[in-house]
């Protein structure tokens, strides 16, 4: 049953990621950042908003609005919308778990999926500051950042651990989401790249640990 709920997710994040791309290719990518210009400031705080709640939630899919940030803002502007939502909503998360414990975080992760923030807990991140970062750089981060924050882990080293990530993993979904609606060769390959290396990482930290 959580198999088929994950791929529903992903199947979910392709259908967003689809539909985007045809809106913009259908109404033009300038027109549609006219459009988002006029909204001024709410504009970047409504897909802050998103991908904000998507984290703390995690069962929503959170990678449709880091591509979408990308396109609609550009690189810069995107990753730095993205880069805030991702440390203040995994910093949210930390803070739940470790002021309110495993209860309330199931009430926010659901209990279908509890069972991923204790096997996380259970790969003693806290002790490894490495296999943490490796971590906090896959999808799983917002999970991550519940499952740390429910052991006995300091916030300096949470927090150095979190804004690392999110400097090396984060310009990986906006960088897609440039290139593909700017048309740039250059982010796109670099996109490619990361994901490769992102990849990578996941496969890493996932083993299980030998006993």
């Known amino acids: 049953m959580k198999r088929w709920i994950a791929i529903a997710r992903w199947v979910l994040i392709g259908v967003l990621i689809v539909a985007v791309i045809a809106v913009i290719n259908k109404v033009g990518i300038e027109r549609i950042r006219d ?51 991702d440390l203040a909503s995994c910093t949210f998360n930390f803070y739940i778990a470790r002021r309110y414990g495993r209860g309330l975080v199931q009430r926010f992760v659901g209990e279908q999926f509890m069972e991923k923030v204790d096997r996380l807990g259970q790969r003693h991140l806290e002790r490894n500051f490495f296999l943490m970062l490796g971590f906090l750089m896959t999808g799983l ?71």
């Not at 705080?45 to 998103?50: K, Q, R």
């Not at 990986?172 to 990578?200: D, H, P, R, T």
């Open 141 to 211: 981060f917002d999970f991550v950042a519940y499952g740390v924050g429910l052991t006995s882990i300091s916030w300096s080293r949470y927090l150095l651990a979190l804004v690392v990530s999110i400097a090396v993993a984060k310009p990986l979904w906006v960088a897609a989401g440039a290139g593909i609606f700017e048309g740039s060769q250059l982010l796109l390959g670099f996109a490619i790249l990361a994901a490769l290396g992102i990849g990578a990482i996941t496969a890493f930290v996932q083993r299980e640990p030998q006993s």
């Open 35 to 85: 459009q988002v210009d006029q909204f001024g400031i709410w504009a970047p705080a409504i897909v802050f908003g998103l991908r904000f709640t998507s984290i703390i939630v995690p069962v929503l899919p959170g990678t449709a609005y880091a591509i979408l940030a990308g396109g609609l803002f550009g690189f810069a502007q995107g990753l730095l919308i993205v880069a805030l939502a």
